[in-house]
């Protein structure tokens, strides 16, 4: 690959300087001093030119969680790369395998009457962030992660309500440690999780690699919004997220 060309104000700053290092030689008596003085000059223009040809960012943070906004909040923005083999703290790795032999494709949640008779598949917004299922009463299985009862962390995201009333995961927040969580495979195996807990965050402290990072074994996330109502942003301040692990 062909290296990228320099900028040209960094050209035209470097020429100069070596301009006035040639005449400072010309009409200064030649001696140490004189080759002292260009010599610092033409340091300086190398350090400078550098300086602007690579801008450096004081404190730059690393990138955020972003959300996607919508009548019920939105849910987080997976990490780039894929999840479930690296943490998410650095650069995920994306899921080895291939194809996945079988796909989720229903979610049985007795404890809150939840019998989602379909998965839609969910994968990323132009902005990075998790797309959300277009019908409400549904929800979606992120195909950048794990497949439910595959090693690693399976994501299944849903709104909890909509201007017509309650949706999917209207009461998802209601669940406790021990309830079931049954999820339908398209190859007819049903993989039971039990909840390990419920937790609420705040979307601008989501736990990223909590939720998306490595586990031991296999894992269930389920996502919704919950927390207060922003009327102006059209949107919840809180996500709750469900913890459950493979029985």
Known sequence: MASPARPRHRL????????????????????????????????????????LGHPVVAGAAAP??????????????????????????????PPTGGVPSAVPIGLTIPAIGVDARGLVPLGRNRDGSLEVPAN????????????????GPAVIAGHVDSLAG???????????????????????DRVRFRVDGVRHYPKLGFPTEAVYGPVPGSALRLITCGGSFDRAARSYLDNVVVYASRQ
């Open 12 to 51: 035209r700053y470097r020429a100069r300087l070596r301009y006035r290092a040639r005449l400072l030689l010309r009409t200064e008596p030649a001696g140490p001093a004189a080759a002292l003085l260009v010599a610092t000059m033409l340091s300086h223009s190398l350090a400078a030119a550098w300086l």
């Open 64 to 93: 955020q969680t972003t959300l996607s906004a919508s009548a019920t909040g939105g849910v987080p923005s997976p990490p780039t790369g894929g999840v479930p083999s690296a943490a998410t703290g650095g650069v995920p790795s």
């Open 136 to 151: 409400y009463a549904m929800a979606g299985w992120f195909t950048g992660g794990s497949v439910p009862g595959t090693l």
């Open 166 to 188: 309650p949706a999917v995961f209207y009461r998802l927040a209601q669940l406790r440690p021990g309830d079931e969580v049954v999820v339908r495979l398209s190859d007819g």
